[in-house]
Nanobody, 120 residues
Framework: QVQLVESGGGLVPPGGSLRLSCAAS????????MGWYRQPPGKQRELVAS???????AYADSAKGRFTISRHTAKNTVYLQMNSLKPEDTAVYYC??????????????WGQGTQVTVSS
């Protein structure tokens, strides 16, 4: 079973930066997508950014130009660098690992979440 452990959340003033990390333990398939999702208070969970095992990235419109997703393949770790944070970025951020074979997902795991609060 894969375990995902997030770290790096916290309280930051508007305009500040945070770097989230997510380390995956256990055996992971070579074809996978790692992503960051967030769930603001009272709202549904939404995709923030994702990165494939081939290092292709995708971003939500709200994250473009401010957030950068990256991964260290050998460490099975994904990062989310968040700059120019806004109060509306306040949410619980979740790491996700989607393992695929032949274009189909065969396993999908979530981390426990880390709180990000942007406030003065």
């Amino acid at each position: 079973q894969v375990q995902l452990v997030e770290s790096g959340g916290g309280l930051v003033p508007p305009g500040g930066s945070l770097r989230l990390s997510c380390a995956a333990s256990g055996w992971i398939g070579g074809d996978n997508i790692m992503g960051w999702y967030r769930q603001p208070p009272g709202k549904q969970r939404e995709l923030v950014a994702s990165i494939t095992s081939g290092l292709s990235t995708a971003y939500a419109d709200s994250a473009k130009g401010r957030f950068t997703i990256s991964r260290h393949t050998a460490k099975n770790t994904v990062y989310l660098q968040m700059n120019s944070l806004k109060p509306e970025d306040t949410a619980v951020y979740y790491c996700n690992l989607d393992e695929r074979f032949g274009g189909y997902s065969y396993r999908n795991d979530w981390g426990q979440g880390t709180q990000v609060t942007v406030s003065s």
